[in-house]
């Protein structure tokens, strides 16, 4: 009985195997997949520092996503500009906003499969640009890197793409000019927000992904930038960039119907002091089937049009602490509008909404209140007198008709010195949801319904 169970286990086991090799074959595959998404600062990343304690990693993140914080907002202005009543904005200067993205403030890596033969190279995962990227081989003034350079004469899938192609004609900066170009190869100029910069040529090529469950999944005819030159803060670690954005050329864009324009994560927390540090998990990037967010738990909201197509854009109506409403002001930017970015560590809030959020938090919570020395944390009570059973009241975030409620860890992180520090900063006006704020949902991208969702999930153990 025991043998024969096993022997029809062993059948199903064939069985399945068998459907997942033919599955592996199909260039697009309609019942999704899903890669590991890497922390920077967790084990399976090349720059995981074990000398430093989550505490020293969560300050440096806390810096870096200041900087980028800065950075896209920095990107916006010039939208913002284009946009003042006084430009009579006609919409013809628009062009080089999406070029301004942030290099090297990164977060998340991710693996990809570049040509053919499948070439692996680690890339940033980035939710704040559009445009994939690899350095090629020959990479003249090229950011040392510790891959081997990827070379397009070795792949039989690659081919330039022309100037009069349409992925060219998406791009910010080219240097095609006039009708007579049509036929030469688009090369592209992508310039980031801190003058970083990647220069070469748009190709198409196959794209192969490693999937969490062990096969392999591939795409060809994918546009992306083999770069021939490439400056400025990028990281020795990494050997490119995947643009997650919602413009164009971005790889959710790019696979389109092949994941039916749905793409999610569920992220692991990184800094909380009670999660193992040193525990061997990885985030989960998901596309297709997989993405759907559902169930009973499920929110969702509407993407708005932000300024800048990159950026996924929603509502924020209203906060609450504890069940009860913060009061806003109008001030500051005013229309509710907050970027959901994977990229930045904190959740950016303009003042008009943090102060009166910060006033509640302060006469809610009975603790001593602490200065962060090196000001990177706007607000901090002490915790080490707190009652063992004491909790952080509850942040509601409202987003329409969903509310997004925040654990303690959403919104507060650990000090080393016994504080416990709002996760909120005021930044330089612009509003983001940051990726504390975010672990522990999975949270799904719908592109084509123009939707965002959110699960409460304990991302280590569920496998989405
Ligand atoms: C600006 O954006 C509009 C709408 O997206 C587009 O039709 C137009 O071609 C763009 N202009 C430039 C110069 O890119
Ligand atoms: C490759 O993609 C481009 C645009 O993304 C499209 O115009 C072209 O027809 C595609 N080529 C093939 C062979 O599918
Ligand atoms: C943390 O995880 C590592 C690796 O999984 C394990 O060896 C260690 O015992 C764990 N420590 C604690 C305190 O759970
Ligand atoms: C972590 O997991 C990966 C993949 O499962 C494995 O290759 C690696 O050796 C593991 N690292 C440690 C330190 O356990």
Not at 11 to 23: A, H, K, P, W
Not at 149 to 168: E, Q, W
Not at 297 to 316: I, N
Not at 395 to 406: E, N, P, Q, S, T
Request: with cysteine; hydrophobic share 40%.
């Amino acid at each position: 009985m025991a043998a024969s169970a096993s022997f029809a286990a062993l059948d199903l086991l064939l069985l399945l195997s068998l459907c997942l090799i033919v599955i592996s074959l199909k260039p697009m595959p309609t019942n999704g997949f899903a890669v590991d998404l890497i922390h920077r600062d967790s084990l399976r990343s090349p720059l995981y520092d074990a000398s430093l304690s989550a505490p020293q990693r969560l300050r440096a993140a806390a810096r870096r996503s200041h900087a980028r914080a800065e950075l896209l907002s920095r990107t916006l202005s010039p939208a913002r500009a284009a946009t003042a009543p006084s430009s009579d904005n006609d919409g013809s200067n628009n062009g080089s906003i999406e070029s301004e993205v942030v290099a090297n403030n990164f977060e998340y890596l991710m693996t990809i499969h570049v040509g053919s033969p499948p070439n692996k190279i680690l890339a940033i995962a980035d939710t704040g640009s559009d445009l994939i990227w690899t350095n090629c081989d020959p990479c003249q003034q090229c950011y040392q890197q510790d891959a081997p350079l990827f070379d397009p004469r070795s792949s039989s899938t690659y081919s330039d793409l022309t100037c009069g192609s349409s992925p060219c004609s998406q791009l910010p900066a080219t240097e095609c000019g006039g009708v007579d170009q049509q036929s030469s190869a688009c090369k592209y100029v992508y310039t980031y927000g801190d003058g970083s910069h990647t220069v070469g040529n748009l190709a198409s090529e196959t794209l192969t992904f490693q999937t969490v469950g062990g096969r392999r999944v591939n795409f060809p005819n994918v546009s992306f930038g083999c770069s021939h030159e490439s400056q400025g803060t990028f990281d020795r670690h990494s050997a490119g960039l995947v643009g997650l954005g919602g413009g164009p050329l971005s790889l959710v864009s790019q696979l389109g119907p092949a994941i039916q324009h749905k793409f999610s994560y569920c992220l692991i927390p990184s800094y909380a002091a009670a999660a193992n540090s040193s525990a061997n998990l990885t985030s989960r990037l998901s596309f297709g089937a997989g993405a759907v967010v559902d169930g009973r738990d499920a929110v969702s909201m509407p993407l708005v049009d932000g300024e800048v197509q990159t950026f996924y854009t929603v509502s924020l109506d209203g906060i609450s602490v504890g069940g009860e409403d913060v009061d806003v002001q109008g001030g500051g930017s005013g229309d509710g509008n907050i970027i959901v970015d994977s990229g930045t560590t904190l959740t950016y809030l303009v003042p008009g909404v943090l102060r009166p959020l910060e006033a509640k938090l302060k006469r809610s919570i009975q603790l001593p209140i602490v200065k962060d020395p090196e000001g990177l944390f706007e607000l901090c009570f002490d915790i080490s007198n707190a009652a063992s059973d004491f909790e952080f009241p509850e942040i509601a975030l409202r987003f329409g008709a969903a509310a997004v409620v925040l654990s303690a860890s959403n919104a507060f992180v650990r000090q080393e010195d016994g504080a416990a520090c709002l996760a909120m900063a005021t930044g330089s006006g612009l509003s983001i949801l940051g990726n504390i704020a975010q672990q522990n949902f999975h949270i799904g991208y719908d592109l084509q319904e123009r939707k965002l969702s959110f699960a409460k999930t304990d991302c280590a153990t569920t496998s989405i």
